[in-house]
C-alpha cells in the first residue's frame, strides 16, 4: 500500500530552525518532493531529492534515506510568511505516469 | 510562461447534480493531473491524463471522469454529486518522465461545495 507520514502540526519561534521530517511506504519511488502551501492557495514545489543525501537550497534543505524510507525538510532562519502547511510527496514509478502520492501535510505556525 | 489556471473558482451544487472543472496546462506541458483536497489534508490522486489519455487512476469511482483536448487543457467531471465531494479540487500539469525534475504546477483550484 501506500502511506506518508508527517507531523500535523509544528510551532517554532521566528528566527529559528525547523525540521519537518516525512516517512515513506511505497509500492514504487521515483524521487520525493517536498512542496508549500499556504491557507487557500496552490502548493508551490520547494524541493526534490531522488538520490540518497542532502539538497540545499537557500534557507531550505531537503534530506532522503531511500533505505530507511525517510526524509526531512529544514528550514532554516525562519520568517513569519514561512507559516504554511508543508507537503511531502513520493512520485510512484510508471511509464509516463507521474502519480504522486501526497502526505496529509504538516501545518507550521512561526510565531515572533 | 503562463501558468495553470482552473474555472470556476468556488461553486456550489447540491447533491445528485454534476459538475465540470476546467483547467488550463502551463504551456509546454503534455500532462495534467488531477487531485482532490479534503480540508485539512493532502491532496489525493484523482487521475492523470498524458497526450488526450487516461495513464493513471487512484481510488475514485467511475463517477470521476476527465477529458484532454490536443492544446492539452483538461476538464474534470463529476456526476451524482454527494456531500463528501466538497473539497478543493487542484489541477495540476508537468512535462512527461524524464525531464527535468517533473515536479508538478498546481493551479488555485477550485473549491466545490455539495449542499
Known amino acids: 500500500g501506500q502511506n506518508i507520514d508527517q507531523p500535523t502540526e509544528m510551532t517554532a519561534t521566528e528566527g529559528a530552525i525547523v525540521q519537518i521530517n516525512c516517512t515513506y511506504q511505497?509500492?514504487?519511488?521515483?524521487?520525493l518532493f517536498w512542496y508549500q502551501q499556504h491557507a487557500g492557495e496552490a502548493p508551490t514545489f520547494l524541493s526534490y531529492?531522488?538520490?540518497?543525501g542532502l539538497e540545499e537550497k537557500g534557507r531550505f534543505s531537503s534530506f532522503l534515506s531511500r533505505s530507511k524510507g525517510y526524509s526531512y525538510l529544514l528550514l532554516k532562519e525562519l520568517q513569519m510568511k514561512d507559516s504554511a502547511s508543508y507537503l511531502c510527496?513520493?512520485?510512484?514509478?510508471?511509464?509516463?505516469?507521474?502519480?504522486?502520492?501526497f502526505g496529509p501535510g504538516t501545518r507550521l505556525s512561526v510565531l515572533p | 510562461e503562463t501558468g495553470v489556471t482552473q474555472s470556476p473558482t468556488h461553486l456550489i451544487k447540491t447533491r445528485g447534480q454534476q459538475v465540470t472543472l476546467r483547467c488550463s496546462s502551463q504551456s509546454g506541458h503534455n500532462t495534467v493531473s488531477w487531485y482532490q483536497q479534503a480540508l485539512g489534508q493532502g491532496p489525493q490522486f484523482i487521475f492523470q491524463y498524458y497526450r488526450e489519455e487516461e495513464n493513471g487512476r487512484g481510488n475514485f469511482p467511475p463517477r470521476f471522469s476527465g477529458l484532454q483536448f490536443p492544446n492539452y487543457s483538461s476538464e474534470l467531471n463529476v456526476n451524482a454529486l454527494e456531500l463528501d465531494d466538497s473539497a478543493l479540487y487542484l489541477c495540476?500539469?508537468?512535462?512527461?518522465?524524464?525531464?527535468?525534475?517533473?515536479?508538478?504546477?498546481f493551479g488555485e483550484g477550485s473549491r466545490l461545495t455539495v449542499l
Open positions: 531529492n531522488v538520490l540518497d
Open positions: 510527496a513520493v512520485r510512484d514509478l510508471g511509464g509516463y505516469g507521474q502519480n504522486f502520492v
Open positions: 495540476a500539469s508537468s512535462l512527461g518522465s524524464g525531464t527535468n525534475t517533473g515536479e508538478l504546477f
Open positions: 511505497t509500492s514504487g519511488f521515483n524521487g
